[in-house]
């Protein structure tokens, strides 16, 4: 007999490991210490993974898989998934385990360099296999999402009219960059009472992980595959309408607005990306839906999602780790939920810890933009992502963090770095709006810090990024200025730098 290995973020019924299994092989499943607590994860994120296994696990026995499940909180439970397999090894009398190809390069070796045999089956829970990636990269002098996602638009077929895009064009971005306005009537994610089974993680997760950054009530995540289809369907009917105008706009009093939060269910396993790509493609065919929102949905579906996956194997296991640019500052304390006077960052911290959420531009140009223009270190960043998020596996967060955030890849991902002003945050949302410092305000008492940290960030990184032909025109802005601005400029940057060095509040 063998052990079937099925992790937090593999429920899938038709997980390769789970297909794999011949009569008499047992799954094995197990919410161990070392995976709750590699990081500082928020509690919401905890109890989602522990709920959502435990569902899966009653849909397996179900079927009639045999099963050995071990809690958080079972006495004989041995602290990681290595030693989970042993214990249920020696317990068994297995000789193998099987499992899929966890989504860390960690857990890999974990798996890799133990006493057991462990044959690992390829992940075939995406448009795109690892091998199909790296032929598509190789030899190319850039890897950019863009040609990969035409790759899959014409993999998938979706929204394509034969050999062209649907509308005659591939990207619609241009058209999602609106500002979005407070309406009363935008709906919300849907939203799921916790049954017995999450009200019993929940009770495990205050006791044992109650301390950690987040607030684990209201717990309102889907657990269950069904629960993520309704959300799917919600999703479609009520939100992706309107998701393409503003899906890149931010609302202080509305922190979804047309967002779906399906890349939570997504990245459980609980959804398919081609099932939900199908989803919106039908909706947009039906008339319902306007050809920007449906080609940017599905964009970051086939296209983002899928590149920064292959992007995370393709570059190896050291890639978390990379600092291209050498920050070293600390993390501001501020992103633990410490006393800020910028209304943008405090917004998203406090949605952060409230909703174990935030959307790809408030995570972007808010928390990111001011990391990178603070100069710290991108280990420490990544962690903070990988902590906070409810969506957060190492394989699509350490692309997104280490190198679309925050450059420390050098350029693998972007072709520049994605740094502001404060006259993004506030063209793209309500946050400056009543904030203490003055977003027009370069230098003074009341600048906004953005705007100082911004020019800094240029000025100190000049050699590497001044003959970018994307960043050319911002540095003869720069150029243009006397040196005596500069000099203001930079001078008030170092300040805000040094408070941030003594903890005093920004």
């Known amino acids: 007999m063998r052990l079937i290995l099925v992790l937090g973020d593999q429920l899938s019924h038709d997980l390769t490991a789970l297909r794999a299994a011949e009569p008499g092989d047992v799954v094995v ?13 928020h509690p919401k994120k905890i109890a989602l993974v522990f709920s959502a296994m435990r569902h899966f696990a009653e849909e397996l026995r179900e079927a009639g898989r045999d099963l050995l499940y071990t809690r958080s909180d079972d ?6 998934i290595m030693s989970e397999l042993i214990r249920r090894a020696e317990e068994t009398g297995a000789g193998e385990v099987i499992a899929t190809r966890p989504g860390e390069w960690r857990l890999i070796a974990a798996l890799e360099d133990g006493p057991l045999k462990v044959t690992l089956l390829p992940d075939d829970r995406f448009v795109c296999s690892l091998e199909e990636f790296d032929a598509w990269a190789e030899g190319r002098k850039e890897l950019r999402m863009e040609w990969f996602y035409r790759e899959m638009r014409r993999k998938t077929g979706l ?21 979005a306005e407070p309406d009363m009537f935008r709906a919300k994610p849907m939203q799921f009472t916790p049954d017995d089974i999450t009200q019993e993680v929940l009770d495990v997760v205050e006791a044992r992980f109650g301390d950690n950054f987040g607030e684990l009530h209201p717990f309102w995540f889907g657990v269950t595959r069904r629960q993520a289809l309704r959300a799917l369907d919600h999703f479609v009917k009520y939100s992706l309408p309107g998701f393409g105008d503003v899906q890149d706009a931010m609302l202080r009093d ?20 081609l099932e939900v790509c199908e989803r919106v493609e039908k909706a947009w065919q039906a008339g319902g839906v306007p050809i920007n929102a449906a080609e940017g949905f599905i964009r970051q579906i086939i296209g983002w999602r899928e590149f920064v996956r292959g992007v995370y194997f393709r570059e190896g296991p050291d890639y978390a780790q990379r600092n291209a640019l050498n920050h070293q500052r600390k993390l501001p304390a501020l992103y633990w939920g410490g006393e800020t006077n910028m209304a943008c960052l405090r917004a998203a911290v406090d949605q952060t810890r409230e909703e174990a959420y935030a959307h790809h531009i408030q995570r972007l140009m808010v928390t990111g933009n001011f990391a990178l223009l603070a100069g710290v ?60 410092h003055d977003v027009k305000a370069r230098t003074g008492p009341k600048a ?6 911004y020019w800094h960030f240029l000025n100190r990184h000049r050699d590497r990024f001044a003959k970018n032909p994307r960043m050319a025109n911002i540095y003869r802005t720069w150029e243009r200025m006397k040196a005596v601005e500069q000099s203001r400029i930079l001078k008030e940057a170092e300040a805000i730098l040094d408070r941030l060095s003594t903890e005093e509040v920004v």
């Open 29 to 41: 499943m197990a919410e161990v210490a070392d995976e709750a607590g590699y990081v500082q994860h």
């Open 75 to 80: 006495p004989g439970n041995a602290g990681s």
């Open 159 to 179: 929204m394509m009219d034969g050999d062209k895009p649907a509308g005659g064009k591939w990207n619609y971005d241009h058209d999602n960059r609106k500002r």
């Open 254 to 273: 509305d922190r979804f607005l047309n967002h779906s939060l399906l890349s939570i269910y997504l990245n459980l396993g609980l959804l398919g990306p």
């Open 377 to 436: 270190n991108p280990a420490e960043v990544h962690e903070w992502y990988l902590a906070v998020y409810a969506d957060a596996f190492e394989w699509v967060e350490a692309p997104n963090t280490v190198g679309m955030s925050q450059f420390a890849d050098g350029g693998v991902v972007g072709s520049k770095p994605y740094v502001s002003s404060g006259n993004y945050i506030n063209k793209m949302s309500d946050y400056c709006v009543g904030c203490s």
């Open 448 to 453: 906004c810090p953005f705007n100082p940290l």
